[in-house]
């Protein structure tokens, strides 16, 4: 409708409020969108606007599209964007405080259960050691890849150990659950299924060094299940925390394209003026 009918966008409604009031109002996040790569001119005639309870753009949770002499602006109840933000959030930011100190506690109690468990395995040599003190089966690959395998462990470990424990030392506001606890908590949860991924890894090499001589089927199917099954239901669980970090990488990476290359997300037409005033 809006690349149909462009004059919709002026469209006011009964408490005053235009199309952005609207669309953030109601989450849709595909109206602003299209909204916001609007003229220059047109978009700030909208969002200066403020409706018929003096709420502005701001007071509806935006922030970087709005001039910066609204953000100390006061609707009708004396509240200011960031004060109403707090006040209808107070109770849900409570809930995040609750549920990520809990979650990190548990994590960062079974990031140091796997870290224990592989330092304990680096000075258990798998088929034992010779008179000189020589692993015996130093020479089988299956020895290399416990070995390695062994220290990512440890090292992955140890590494979401700080990552949940730098969460825990956080200040809990509203402007660390934007990005920096999610980030965290996000690389702890990365770190932890590749610490027990690589520790299911180890302990598979291990029970291939100890029955390697066997050829029977059954030892490698008891293995692959062993090996596989618990890092499978583990990284089925964490699913939507890996999507949600795959999105976040993707934001970074447009965020700095558009700092070494800001030509590069101009409109078509601002962009071919730009180039012809460089030619």
């Avoid at 290399?144 to 956080?170: G, R």
């Avoid at 066997?214 to 030892?219: D, G, V």
């Amino acid at each position: 409708m809006i690349e149909s009918y462009p004059q919709v966008i002026e469209y006011i409604s009964n408490d005053e409020e235009n199309i952005l009031h609207v669309a953030i109002g109601h989450r849709q996040r595909d109206i602003y969108r299209r909204v916001k790569k609007m003229e220059v001119i047109m978009k700030c005639r909208l969002v200066s606007q403020i409706d018929k309870n003096g709420d502005t753009l701001l007071h509806h949770h935006v922030r970087k599209i709005i001039p910066s002499h609204y953000i100390m602006h006061c609707n009708n109840k004396g509240k200011t964007a960031d004060e109403l933000f707090q006040d209808t959030h107070a109770d849900l930011l409570k809930l995040a405080q609750q549920w990520i100190k809990e979650t990190s506690q548990s994590c960062s109690a079974v990031s140091v259960l796997v870290a224990t468990v592989v330092f304990a395995a680096a000075y258990t040599v798998p088929g034992g050691n010779d008179a000189s003190g020589r692993p015996n089966f130093i020479d089988s690959p299956f020895f290399v890849l416990f070995t390695i395998m062994d220290v990512i462990s440890l090292a992955c470990s140890l590494t979401s150990v700080v990552m949940f424990l730098s969460i825990l030392s956080s200040p809990f506001e509203y402007e660390n659950f934007k990005a920096s606890l999610p980030r965290k908590l996000i690389i702890g949860f990365t770190l932890l299924f590749f610490s027990v991924t690589t520790t299911m890894l180890s302990f598979a090499a291990t029970i291939f060094l100890l029955l390697h001589f066997q050829k029977k089927a059954w030892t490698k199917t008891l293995i692959y299940t062993a090996a596989f099954l618990p890092v499978s239901m583990f990284a089925l669980m964490q699913f939507p925390l890996y999507a949600a970090f795959n999105k976040l990488l993707r934001t970074l990476t447009n965020k700095i394209e558009k700092k070494v290359y800001p030509q590069k997300f101009l409109p078509p037409y601002l962009r071919t003026k730009k180039l012809n005033k460089l030619s």
